[in-house]
Nanobody, 126 residues
Framework: QVQLVESGGGLVQAGGSLRLSCAAS????????MGWFRQTPGKERDFVAA????????DYADSVKGRFTISRDNAKNTVYLQMNSLKPEDTAVYYC???????????????????WGQGTQVTVSS
């Protein structure tokens, strides 16, 4: 069992930055790929970024490439999402997710993720 708790969301002006954190409990964190997804009302949950359990493979959605950076610290059981140059269209609830154990690549498919956090709101004002 893995429990995920996101933090770091909030309100920021366009062009600003936020850093999301996702603290994980459970034994499988270090052998699971981790991902960030986001969702706005009435829409599906979209892929944002993912990182393999070793950290050697990373993937980003085209819409955030060059602005967002995903990283992880397996010693702290934490994954981060540094978000720079934020735009109003980045406004969403951001979810952290942990994949099924043993997936050592950055996976985009949300159905590969077994555990989800409760989400944290990010609002970017224009």
């Amino acid at each position: 069992q893995v429990q995920l708790v996101e933090s770091g969301g909030g309100l920021v002006q366009a062009g600003g930055s936020l850093r999301l954190s996702c603290a994980a409990s459970g034994r499988t964190f270090s052998t699971s790929a981790m991902g960030w997804f986001r969702q706005t009302p009435g829409k599906e949950r979209d892929f944002v970024a993912a990182i393999s359990w070793s950290g050697g493979n990373i993937d980003y959605a085209d819409s955030v490439k060059g602005r967002f950076t995903i990283s992880r610290d397996n010693a702290k059981n934490t994954v981060y999402l540094q978000m720079n140059s934020l735009k109003p269209e980045d406004t969403a609830v951001y979810y952290c997710a942990a994949s099924y154990s043993g997936i050592d690549y950055a996976v985009r498919d949300r159905y590969a993720y077994r555990y989800w956090g409760q989400g944290t709101q990010v609002t970017v004002s224009s």
